[in-house]
Nanobody, 125 residues
Framework: QVQLVESGGGLVQAGGSLRLSCAAS????????MGWFRQAPGKERNFVGS????????YYVDSVKGRFTISRDNAKHTVYLQMNNLKPEDTAVYYC??????????????????WGQGTQVTVSS
C-alpha cells in the first residue's frame, strides 16, 4: 500500500531553518505530484506548496515564497521541504501528500489521495 513518511520536524528559533523529508513507497513516484500542507491548532489544513510529477516545477503559497524550497529526488522516492528564515506563524503540523492527477497549482487538500502522518514544526520567537 501507499505510505508517505515525513521526518525532520522539530523546535527552532525564529530565523532558523529546517528541512523536512517525505519518503514515499508503494507507488510509482514519478507519476505523482507531491504537495506539502500545514495545519496549525484549531485551523484548517492549508497548502504550502507542491512539485509537479513531470517537470518538477514547484509552486508556493505567497506567505512562504522566497523562504521555502520544494525539491524531489526521484531515485530516492523522496520529496523535501527546505524552510529558511522561519517565523512563529510557520508553527504547524506539516503533511506531505501525493496525487496522480492533480496539477502543481492544486491547493485543495481534498484533491490529494495519499497523506503522511505529519511532523510537528515549532518556531519560537
Amino acid at each position: 500500500q501507499v505510505q508517505l513518511v515525513e521526518s525532520g520536524g522539530g523546535l527552532v528559533q525564529a530565523g532558523g531553518s529546517l528541512r523536512l523529508s517525505c519518503a514515499a513507497s508503494g507507488l510509482t513516484f514519478t507519476w505523482y505530484t507531491m504537495g506539502w500542507f500545514r495545519q496549525a491548532p484549531g485551523k484548517e489544513r492549508n497548502f504550502v506548496g507542491s512539485i509537479s510529477r513531470s517537470t518538477s516545477t514547484a509552486y508556493y503559497v505567497d506567505s512562504v515564497k522566497g523562504r521555502f524550497t520544494i525539491s524531489r529526488d526521484n531515485a530516492k522516492h523522496t520529496v523535501y521541504l527546505q524552510m529558511n528564515n522561519l517565523k512563529p506563524e510557520d508553527t504547524a503540523v506539516y503533511y506531505c501528500a501525493a496525487d496522480r492527477w492533480v496539477t502543481g497549482t492544486e491547493s485543495r487538500p481534498k484533491q490529494y489521495d495519499y497523506w503522511g502522518q505529519g511532523t510537528q514544526v515549532t518556531v519560537s520567537s
